[in-house]
């Protein structure tokens, strides 16, 4: 019987990295759905349940479940079979959470990924590339990183 040798880690890869990315994808649900709201609500004029579970690819539950995280977080506001709001700080998140989108985006195009790659892609990359790194990328692209100066 042949034992697998297992190669160590590669060089590079710091200590915690694993860490760092499942707290990314605790922060990624939030900052897809904040972001959700403020394009439905701008497009539409208001956002129900059912319009994020159809943008979203999820059943109602799923939403309802989200969005009651989002509530005790005070990101949205809403009330029984009334329509989702952004709080303030809701609508801070979802304009920097676009923002970086916009400059990963941005950055994909310019290294010549073909656009609708460039925005798959960005769409993933956006929620774990660190500060440095999207600040390196906004310098790149000779833009400036966000308004009120968050990335």
Same mark, same amino acid.
């Given at each position: 019987m042949s034992h697998r040798h297992w190669p160590k880690p590669r060089h590079g890869r710091?200590?915690?990295?694993?860490?760092?990315?499942r707290a990314d994808?605790?922060?990624?649900?939030?900052?897809?759905y904040v972001e959700a709201v403020s394009d439905i609500v701008h497009r539409r004029g208001e956002c129900r349940v059912k319009d994020l579970a159809g943008l979203?690819? /999820?059943?109602?539950? +799923?939403? $309802? *479940?989200?969005?009651?995280?989002l509530l005790e977080a005070r990101l949205v506001e809403t009330r029984p079979y009334r329509p989702i709001r952004l709080t303030a700080e809701g609508e801070r998140l979802a304009a920097q959470s676009r923002r970086r989108h916009e400059i990963v985006y941005s950055f994909l195009l310019a290294l010549g990924v073909p656009?609708?790659?460039?925005?798959?892609?960005?769409?993933?990359?956006?929620?774990? /590339?660190?500060?440095? +790194?999207? $600040? *390196?990328?906004?310098q790149f692209?000779?833009?400036?990183?966000?308004?009120?100066?968050?990335?």
């Open positions: 710091p200590e915690g990295i694993f860490r760092k990315v994808h605790a922060v990624e649900t939030t900052e897809d979203m690819g /999820v059943s109602h539950v +799923t939403v $309802s *479940r989200i969005v009651t995280r656009d609708p790659e460039a925005g798959r892609d960005a769409e993933g990359i956006e929620h774990h /590339v660190g500060g440095e +790194t999207l $600040s *390196r990328m906004a692209l000779n833009t400036p990183l966000a308004t009120g100066g968050q990335p």
